[in-house]
């Protein structure tokens, strides 16, 4: 999710304070220096530190700040629902298919694993993820499906409706998919775990640093911000949706997505009791996903996308309290307490990309809204490879050029061109079938 204040999150109110990072301001050396400290930078960071290398994290705000510190906090061990092994064999072949998909069947397992090990403190529960249609066909579809998660190595079950609705208390959903290695965590509290332990692990954080320019010198490259530089034989790019202009290859290369979630008041004990009784979060198979989970604090957090009119912020509060109000019984009035907002990255196929801008600056990009999970994964092997523990024969993605998305300079404009015919399916799948 895109710059702008963390004032208004759930997560910046009830989190732990983080450390604040000082700007780099000096001209140092490093082996590596990772731009962006989301969980995708935190984790390669970390990892290319208990690797022995010697690593810089440059981060234009603080650890956290973007998607990473924004989002609804699910933790989903499962590509998007449309990409099952035969979609992701055709997208990158046999080989690589088959070690994205074992690396996302763990993915659940690396994050609250890493939780544990670090001792990280962001009320992580690993209680599941649920997955149910939206409809009769979409039932049908994830039935289908669920023989290929676990032949892919994914921990999950099969739901009916009658369980489902056990598991949820929301009687206008289907049967689905229950992955048994998801669940939730606080995300900026997590991130700034993260970012203690890279610090712990030898890695130099610097914050409030953007970075103005990467520049090829020597054998290695020049990272300088307004009052500092690095120089290092590799840098990774692990900016996503916060890149700005300033690699434009990057830049062309995803769709910027705005999204926006809002937290309730705390819920009164009846409430909680029959609504996600067992605390695991919900997302159902819409194309405006309805998702759903319960704040530590006692609270629901949901959002989604809203349409690019003035005063969004607003309108995002009305859509998604009304949309509780509708979907959700026995609900009191609802307030939205909480809202904030930002963007996160997609690409075209849904899937990530492990790119070569130039021999020695490279980029991962693209979790589509299976950030916490899957970044946390792919940063430990991108940060494994970085210390020779990975062999490029070895690596989950395929190493590629980048891959401009048509039309890249609006892009960001497709996701809010689209979400009315979105809306309007689903309005018309859940109705009629």
């Known amino acids: 999710m895109q710059t702008g204040s963390q004032v208004g999150s759930l997560w910046e109110a009830i989190a732990p304070a983080g450390k604040q990072f000082a700007p780099l301001r000096a001209s140092i050396k490093a082996d590596v220096v990772v731009v962006g400290a989301g969980f995708l930078g935190l984790s390669t960071a970390l990892h290319a530190a208990e690797g022995g290398r010697d690593v810089v994290l ?3 705000h603080q650890p956290g700040f973007g998607a990473s510190g924004r989002n609804t906090g699910f933790v989903v061990p499962s590509l998007k629902a449309s990409l099952g092994p035969a979609e992701v064999t055709r997208a990158l072949g046999e080989k690589h298919a088959d070690r994205l998909l074992r690396l996302v069947s763990g993915s659940g397992d690396t994050v609250f694993n890493l ?4 001792n990280i403190d962001c009320s992580a529960l690993q209680n599941g993820w649920l997955q149910p249609g939206h409809s009769r066909e979409a039932e049908d579809a994830l039935q289908k499906r669920l023989p290929r998660l676990l032949a892919a190595g994914i921990k ?6 009658k369980a489902m609705l056990a598991q949820t208390g929301l009687p206008f959903l289907h049967g689905g998919i229950r992955v048994l290695t998801g669940g939730s965590v606080n995300p900026l509290a997590y991130a700034r775990g993260l970012a203690r332990a890279a610090e712990a692990a030898g890695v130099r954080v610097f914050g409030d640093s953007p970075v103005i320019s990467v520049e090829k010198t ?15 034989e590799r840098v990774v790019m692990t900016t996503n949706a916060l890149i700005g202009n300033l690699l434009p290859a990057l830049r062309a290369s995803i769709i910027p997505a705005r999204v926006f979630q809002i937290a309730t008041q705390v819920m009164p004990e009846d409430v909680r009791q029959r609504l996600l009784p067992a605390m695991a979060p919900v ?6 996903t309805f998702a759903l989970r319960w704040s530590p604090d006692g609270r629901l957090v949901t959002g989604g996308m809203v349409a ?10 009305k859509k998604f309290r009304k949309r509780l109000e509708r979907l959700v019984p026995g609900l009191p009035e609802v307030r939205a307490e909480y809202s904030w ?3 996160i990255a997609g690409t075209l196929d849904f899937l990530p990309r492990l790119m070569r801008l130039e021999p020695g600056l490279d980029a991962v990009i693209g979790c589509n809204g299976r950030g916490i999970a899957l970044t946390t994964s792919l940063g430990r092997e991108v940060g ?7 062999g490029d024969d070895q690596l989950t993605l395929p190493v590629t050029a980048p891959r401009p998305v048509p039309f890249s300079s609006i892009s960001g404009i497709m996701p809010d061109m689209i979400l009315p015919v979105w809306e309007a399916r689903d309005a018309y799948e859940a109705r009629f079938r």
């Open 384 to 390: 494994m490879w970085l210390a020779g523990q990975v």
């Open 341 to 343: 907002t930002g963007v």
């Open 58 to 60: 440059i981060e234009t």
């Open 156 to 161: 999950a079950d099969w739901l009916d409706r």
């Open 218 to 232: 020597g054998n290695g490259w020049r990272v300088r911000t307004a009052h500092g530089e690095v120089v290092a």
């Open 283 to 288: 997302a159902d198979t819409r194309r405006h």
């Open 308 to 317: 690019p009119l003035p005063g969004r912020l607003a309108l995002a509060e």
């Open 115 to 118: 939780i544990r090990r670090l």
